[in-house]
Nanobody, 115 residues
Framework: QVQLVESGGGLVQPGGSLRLSCAASGIIFSIYAMRWYRQVPGNQREWVAIFTSRGRTNYADSVKGRFTISRDNAKNTVYLQMNSLTPEDTAVYYC?????????WGQGTQVTVSS
C-alpha cells in the first residue's frame, strides 16, 4: 500500500518560514520524481517544485529564490523549505510521487500565511 504523508503546515506570519515534509512508504522512493503542488479552494492545483530521481530541481517562478526542495532517499522523505512567505502562499500543499504511469498523492497540509 502506497502512502504519502505530508506534515509541517500551519499558521505563519508574513516573512516567516515553514518546512514541509512528505514521508513515502510502499514505493521504491529513489526512482520516483517528487513534486510539490499547492491549491487554493476554487483554483486549479499549481505545481511548485520538483526533485527528480537524477537529482535535478526546478521551481515555479512564483517561489523561485524563496522555496527549496530537497530529498533524503534514506528516509524516503521529500522536504519543502519555504522562506519569505507571503499571504499569496496560503494554500493546501500536496506532495506527488511519479514514475512512468505510477502516480501518487498525499492528503495535503494546510499552510496559512497571515498576520
Amino acid at each position: 500500500q502506497v502512502q504519502l504523508v505530508e506534515s509541517g503546515g500551519g499558521l505563519v506570519q508574513p516573512g516567516g518560514s515553514l518546512r514541509l515534509s512528505c514521508a513515502a512508504s510502499g514505493i521504491i522512493f529513489s526512482i520516483y520524481a517528487m513534486r510539490w503542488y499547492r491549491q487554493v479552494p476554487g483554483n486549479q492545483r499549481e505545481w511548485v517544485a520538483i526533485f527528480t530521481s537524477r537529482g535535478r530541481t526546478n521551481y515555479a517562478d512564483s517561489v523561485k529564490g524563496r522555496f527549496t526542495i530537497s530529498r533524503d532517499n534514506a528516509k524516503n522523505t521529500v522536504y519543502l523549505q519555504m522562506n519569505s512567505l507571503t499571504p499569496e502562499d496560503t494554500a493546501v500543499y500536496y506532495c506527488n510521487a511519479n514514475y512512468n504511469d505510477y502516480d501518487y498523492w498525499g492528503q495535503g497540509t494546510q499552510v496559512t500565511v497571515s498576520s
